[in-house]
């Protein structure tokens, strides 16, 4: 499955040649756009396909047919490239969970984030926070794409994205997060120019997922507020597991495993969800990058 958007060739990804292609071109870029579709993406969530772009390709890659290759993994988990996203933390959390990633030290430049650091330096009002806001705010994205992508965000809101072969609006639906986000990432550099690389590592630092389904330095157990309100259903944190447990003690050995317990909803039975964003980290330097 091949199409246009704009000048950006689209193609759908689902056996190891064409993975090796996708890579190749993948591993020129300074920076790429990245985003997950899938079943309640967040903990316990299934995700079924990755979309990375670059300047002038999008890459739809079938996960429920080739998992995460070797190369992919080293592609997210490392500085480079830039690795562009949106709302990713609930992405990450299955990216984590289903493959085992780890994003200590990924250079994730999150626009939802980028947003807020920005409007808190210039002290602006409140603005809309979805990937669609994001790229009309910082894009020149044609209105009319626009408006196809929010047309579609409704329509497909349940859409079954394990479902082969995957219809090509289906598909389309897909790239369309991705293909512009770039546009927003280089225009936002150029606002952090004027505020200084200390606000840009804020950005890069805080676009990596912290939390209790986090991987290596990236762990962290549930805050006590977290922990009040599990117990409140009856839940208490497995520090062996790593997972909420019914009522028993703290090392779960009384407790039965409750997978789902903290957990981020989608958008409906297959929806995508955009969670928050973790706030510790370190900063990676950030390559300068032209795109679209």
């Known amino acids: 499955m091949m199409f246009q958007i704009g000048a950006t060739h689209c193609s759908w990804v689902a056996n190891e040649d064409s993975m090796a292609e996708a890579l190749a071109a993948l ?19 299934r995700a079924a396909t990755i979309q990375l772009a ?17 190369g992919l993994r080293m592609l997210l988990q490392g500085d480079r490239p830039v690795k562009v996203c949106h709302g990713f933390s609930n992405d990450q959390i299955n990216l984590i969970e289903q493959y085992g990633i780890d994003f200590a030290d990924a250079a994730l430049f999150d626009t939802q984030v980028a947003a807020d650091i920005l409007e808190e330096q210039e002290g602006g009002d409140k603005e809309g926070r979805s990937v669609i806001d994001i790229l009309a705010r ?41 293909v512009f986000l770039g546009s927003a990432y280089s225009a936002m550099l150029k606002r952090f120019d004027e505020l200084g690389l200390a606000a840009l590592t804020d950005v890069m630092e805080q676009s990596r997922y912290r939390g209790p389904w986090g991987r290596g330095s990236c762990y962290q157990p549930p805050t006590a507020n977290q922990r009040k309100s599990k117990a409140q259903q009856g839940k208490a944190w497995c520090e062996k597991t790593r997972d909420w ?20 909803n ?5 929806g995508k969800s955009s969670g928050g964003y973790g ?14």
């Open 27 to 45: 591993q020129e870029a300074d920076a790429i756009a990245v985003d997950v579709e899938g079943d309640c993406l967040g903990h316990g969530g």
């Open 54 to 70: 670059t300047e002038s390709a999008c890459f739809v890659v079938d996960l429920a047919a080739l998992g995460v290759s070797a």
């Open 138 to 178: 910082y894009t020149s994205a044609p209105a009319s794409v626009l408006a196809e992508m929010k047309a579609m965000k409704e329509m497909l809101r349940y859409v079954n994205f394990f479902e082969r072969p995957l219809p090509e609006n289906v598909v389309r639906y897909s790239c369309l997060d991705v």
């Open 245 to 264: 447990v019914r009522s028993g003690p703290e090392d779960g050995t009384n407790g039965r495993g409750g997978g789902g317990g903290y957990r981020s």
């Open 266 to 270: 989608g958008k409906g039975k297959w």
């Open 279 to 292: 706030s510790e980290g370190k900063g990676v330097a950030q390559p300068r990058v032209s795109w679209l």
